[in-house]
Nanobody, 116 residues
Framework: QVHLVESGGELVQAGGSLRLSCAAF????????MGWFRQVSGKERAIVAR????????VYADSVKGRFTISRASAKNTLYLQMNSLQPEDTAVYYC?????????WGQGTQVTVSS
């Protein structure tokens, strides 16, 4: 069964760093564009970073540009999000998925909480 498992979220102080991981199971995603998304309680899920299938092109939301870095290890079927200079407004549940997202494979997400 195809599914995605996000990990790495935790409570961190403002200015700190985290590295999120997304492991894919059941199918290779090496030929898919992928993205990291986040959802704040009461708001819609939004994409924050995307990476093309071969890892050579990335795009970031303005709110995270210069602070977040998306990368992938296709041999491991794993996606990463390095988050630096974290701010309280980055607090959210973070998800990975294909870009555009496949609604049948959303994982549980990983909670990132940034304290001021």
């Amino acid at each position: 069964q195809v599914h995605l498992v996000e990990s790495g979220g935790e409570l961190v102080q403002a200015g700190g760093s985290l590295r999120l991981s997304c492991a894919a199971f059941g199918r290779s995603f090496s030929t898919y564009d992928m993205g990291w998304f986040r959802q704040v309680s009461g708001k819609e899920r939004a994409i924050v970073a995307r990476i093309n299938w071969n890892g050579r092109a990335t795009v970031y939301a303005d709110s995270v540009k210069g602070r977040f870095t998306i990368s992938r290890a296709s041999a491991k079927n794993t996606l990463y999000l390095q988050m630096n200079s974290l701010q309280p407004e980055d607090t959210a549940v973070y998800y990975c998925n294909t870009d555009p997202p496949s609604y049948s494979i959303w994982g549980q997400g990983t909670q990132v909480t940034v304290s001021s």
